[in-house]
């Protein structure tokens, strides 16, 4: 009797460590997926004071404060604004300026850049005038759903001529599925990597498939033929999709 005991435990036991190797032990807490973040930088910011046009007698001369932000969180942004604020040497507000980016206005993805200017201050000697040298800048935007292109915007080949009358020619080609409207955004640099200028080449509709050769004339600023051409050989050159094409 015994020894059917012993067996009969020593069977159960047995069934019990079969039982615990083939069941598999529960899931243990799963790590939680990265939240959403949201932040656009100012990357980079200084004061221009420069000439205007080589044609003027007495010589003109505008200051500009200009730089680059970028959207450095995981969500889409829109409707980018800019504020600079000016103070004197005890740190009471003289001026408020508003700007936005390049192409604020645009479902801006992340790790997009885009080029600012707080244009035509007044310049030492006149009326207005006061030291600019002590600001702060402060960015707004808002969430944007982000948007899917069936386009493919490729750049093939560029061309670029600096002279006084200084421009780039680009050749872009639609690898994509579908059509779509996009422009091309340049943006040049100093040798400390301060903006000099930018401009765009105006949107263009390509189909799939399609090659096109287009022109774009950068300037100094927002104001098409003022200022000095601010061109060098440091650059980016950036695909801007527009979804309203």
């Given amino acids: 009797m015994l020894r059917k005991v012993i067996s009969i435990s020593l069977i159960c036991l047995f069934l019990i460590g079969i039982m ?5 032990a529960p899931p243990g807490p799963s790590s939680p997926a990265p939240s959403p973040t949201t ?5 980079e910011n200084s004061l221009r004071f420069y000439r205007r046009s080589v044609a003027t007698m007495p010589p003109s001369f505008q200051t500009d404060l200009c730089g680059e932000i970028q959207n450095t969180g995981s969500e889409w942004v829109t409707s980018i604004s800019l504020i600079a604020k000016f103070y004197d040497e005890r740190g009471y507000l003289l001026q408020e300026c508003y700007a936005s980016p390049f192409h604020a206005y645009l479902p801006f993805p992340p790790g997009e850049k ?4 707080f244009a035509s201050f007044p310049t030492p000697g006149s009326l207005n005038y006061f030291p600019y040298s002590n600001y702060t800048l402060e960015v707004s935007y808002s969430i944007a759903t982000p948007f899917v292109y069936s386009a493919k915007i490729e750049i093939l080949n560029v061309e670029l001529k600096i002279t006084k009358s200084s421009y ?3 050749e872009v080609h639609n690898a994509g599925t579908g059509r779509g409207g996009a422009f091309l955004l340049v ?3 100093d040798d400390q990597g301060g903006v000099l200028s930018f401009g765009d080449t105006g949107t263009s509709l390509l189909l799939p498939n399609q090659v096109e050769t287009v022109e774009l004339r950068p300037y100094a600023g927002l104001e098409s033929g003022y200022g000095v051409y601010a061109v060098s050989n440091n650059y980016s050159l950036r695909v801007v ?5």
């Fill in 39 to 43: 932040e656009v930088k100012i990357i």
């Fill in 187 to 189: 943006t040049f640099y």
């Fill in 241 to 245: 999709y527009n979804p309203s094409y």
């Fill in 20 to 24: 615990s190797c083939a069941v598999p």
């Fill in 168 to 170: 780039l020619k680009i």
């Fill in 114 to 117: 885009s080029p600012f200017v």
